[in-house]
């Protein structure tokens, strides 16, 4: 049988695309092993699928002072050590990254262990755990045309970003039926991230009243961040989080408002949603969504509110102008080459494991 090691992890976006590749990699024939850390989100998040985990010890590289930074390089060795000795253990044929911190010590270890090891880059630039263990991969995937610049062209592939097949099973109905909506009316699905998002949850509640005249919202707005005021606002739901109902939820939605994370925003287009994008702030992030999201709107997929420029006119004014244009969205997102990254990324998977053996 062939053998496969997926890594990554600290946040949900280096651990959903490792998932999204489980059932195809499964019915290829490939035994998979995750090697995550101890206690991250990796491991709560594979728990329920029937893949042997492995915690290892990780650090985080941090371009700041933090006293952390004296413990964590210890810690990072502790990890290459005993990724090493999974690695030797396993025997796979093949390792495939994610990224995310916990993935350097992995990535390290399979290079001194003579085994190929295939990267994934969601951002338009790639990390500084990504840029660690460029060097040590044969093939970098990545989501957006622009990357390719900041790869060396011999590895880089443009693959776009493994997307959950159960995001594809959504039924519309079920989703308007679940939460008591309309099918007569048009819905907005209002999605701030996993920890919610103040100011988008603020401006979309300060327009709700207008937006109501017209659209349905679906809110999902963070931990803790619900509002009692809105509870019986009709055409109106909100909730912290959804996990199972999401599928329906995006077949319902006939336009979305979104941050720009790389994975959230992928799952948009591959679901072919239109979409309005609100990305972080460069004040509370390295910028990435900024650049996400200019690389979505320049592609004709999505229309961008820089945070700074948020206001409710101009949250107003977009909604309405993407629902009136939504269509030409949807048919740029239906041109993109983005689609179908499952597909791609295990004939690289396949071909890689392939000439190492050559």
């Not at 959950?164 to 099918?183: D, T």
């Not at 072919?272 to 690389?295: E, F, H, T, Y």
Request: with cysteine; proline share 5%; charged share 25%.
């Amino acid at each position: 049988m062939k053998k496969i090691v997926l890594t990554g992890g600290g946040t949900a976006g280096h651990v959903t695309p490792n998932i999204a590749l489980l059932p195809e990699l499964k019915r290829q024939g490939y035994d998979v092993s995750y090697i995550g850390s101890y206690e991250g989100i990796e491991r709560k998040l594979m728990e329920e699928f029937d893949v042997p985990y492995y915690g290892i010890s990780s650090g985080k590289f941090r371009r700041y002072f933090d006293v952390k930074n004296i413990t964590d390089p210890f810690r990072v060795i502790k990890g290459y050590m005993q990724a090493v000795s999974l690695i030797k253990k396993i025997k796979p044929d093949i390792v495939f990254s994610k990224g995310g911190f916990v993935s350097v010590p992995v990535v390290l270890a399979s290079k001194i262990c003579k085994r190929p090891v295939i990267i994934h880059e969601s951002d338009m630039t790639p990390g500084l755990a990504n840029k660690i263990c460029i060097p040590s991969a044969k093939k970098i995937c990545t989501n957006f045309p622009e990357t390719l610049e900041y790869l060396p062209k011999e590895k880089a592939v443009l693959t776009g970003l493994p997307i959950r097949r159960e995001l594809f099973s959504g039924n519309k109905l079920k989703g308007l039926e679940f939460w008591g909506l309309s099918a007569n009316k048009p819905v907005i699905l209002v999605i701030g991230g996993s920890l919610g998002a103040v100011k988008i949850n603020k401006a979309i509640r300060e327009i709700l009243s207008e937006l109501l005249k017209t659209f349905q919202v679906i809110h999902i707005c963070g931990k803790g961040k619900t509002d009692s005021d809105f509870d019986k606002t009709k055409g109106y739901v909100q909730f912290e989080y959804i996990r199972r109902e999401l599928p329906n939820l995006f077949d319902a939605a006939d336009i979305i408002v979104s941050r720009a994370g790389a994975n959230a925003i992928c799952e948009l287009l591959a679901l072919k949603k239109p979409n309005v994008l609100i990305p972080l702030s460069v004040k509370a992030s390295r910028g990435d969504q900024i650049l996400n999201a200019d690389s979505f709107k320049k592609q004709g997929f999505s229309a961008v509110i820089p945070e700074e420029d948020l206001t409710n006119e101009s949250l107003m004014g977009t909604i309405n102008s993407m629902y009136e244009n939504r269509r030409r969205y949807i048919e740029n997102m239906e041109k993109s080459e983005l689609n179908g990254a499952i597909d791609k990324i295990m004939t690289i998977i396949n071909e890689t494991m392939i000439e190492e053996k050559a």
